[in-house]
């Protein structure tokens, strides 16, 4: 179980910094360095997405995720399987909508090493959206966390 919690909290305070590296990466998009809001996007997206496969693996190799919270007198409690699920379809959505912008981009990008307009007020609408879903599945996982863990 310490295992677990390592991990866990690990996970916690890397969902907790993502969306604020996010947002210094586009601050230097105004500043005109866009390599450098290329590679911190690529970075910070990549250590999210092996810390989630950590997680999950971790949570897959205990049993699944209700042996992690069968010690949680809420476990079962109808709000909090709402609140587990809305969580997970929440950040399942941020990830998806900010790997294809990544990918989109990284092929838009290569091609002509800039980016048309029209794609450009695109990118921009996905990022937001990707930096709202950021604060969301941060804040909604330490909530899920208390709940199950921590109360």
Not at 124 to 134: D, E, F
């Amino acid at each position: 179980m310490k295992t677990t919690l390592t991990i866990l909290i690990g996970m916690l305070v890397l969902s907790t910094i993502a969306p604020f590296v996010s947002i210094y990466a586009i601050s230097l998009i105004r500043k005109r360095e866009h390599a450098k809001h290329i590679r911190i996007q690529k970075t910070i997206f990549w250590i999210c997405v092996i810390g989630v496969l950590i997680l999950e693996l971790r949570i897959r190799f205990s049993g699944g995720s209700g042996s992690l919270i069968i010690n949680s007198k809420y476990s079962d409690a109808p709000f909090f399987i709402f609140l587990l699920r809305a969580h997970i379809i929440g950040a399942v959505a941020t990830y998806i909508i900010w790997a294809t912008m990544i990918f989109w981009s990284n092929k838009k990008f290569k091609k002509k090493q800039t980016f048309p307009k029209q794609f450009s007020k695109i990118h921009k609408k996905l990022g937001y959206t990707t930096i709202a879903g950021l604060f969301y599945t941060a804040i909604s996982a330490w909530i899920v966390c208390a709940i199950a863990f921590f109360i």
